[in-house]
Nanobody
Framework: HVQLVESGGGSVQAGGSLTLSCRAP????????MGWFRQAPGKKREGVAV????????YYADSVKGRFTISQDSHENTVLLQMDSLEPGDTAMYYC????????????????????WGQGTQVTVS
């Protein structure tokens, strides 16, 4: 059973920081688009940030640009999301996702493309 293993969620005050991590099995990590989506109660799931694990650009939702940074540790098959200047509006369940191939510049934010998902980690900003 292939899994994306997430960690790093928690509760923080506004203005604080958290780092989320997502580890994938090595045999699927390379040549992937990996990243994070989030879903707040009563809202649709939305794309937050994604990264091309084989290199190339990363993409961010406008709402997190300048505050969140996505990166990877390819030796550990892990994608990281550094979240700074957190706001109450960032409160949501955050899900790691993986799509085979590269991240689409125009449609990376659509969860239709991602075939593998983590179980989610809660981020609460008060």
């Amino acid at each position: 059973h292939v899994q994306l293993v997430e960690s790093g969620g928690g509760s923080v005050q506004a203005g604080g920081s958290l780092t989320l991590s997502c580890r994938a099995p090595g045999y699927i990590y390379s040549s992937s688009c990996m990243g994070w989506f989030r879903q707040a109660p009563g809202k649709k799931r939305e794309g937050v940030a994604v990264i091309n694990t084989s290199g190339g650009p990363s993409y961010y939702a406008d709402s997190v640009k300048g505050r969140f940074t996505i990166s990877q540790d390819s030796h550990e098959n892990t994608v990281l999301l550094q979240m700074d200047s957190l706001e109450p509006g960032d409160t949501a369940m955050y899900y790691c996702a993986r799509e085979a191939g590269g991240c689409g510049q125009w449609d990376w934010w659509s969860d239709n493309w991602y075939e593998m998902w983590g179980q989610g980690t809660q981020v609460t900003v008060s």
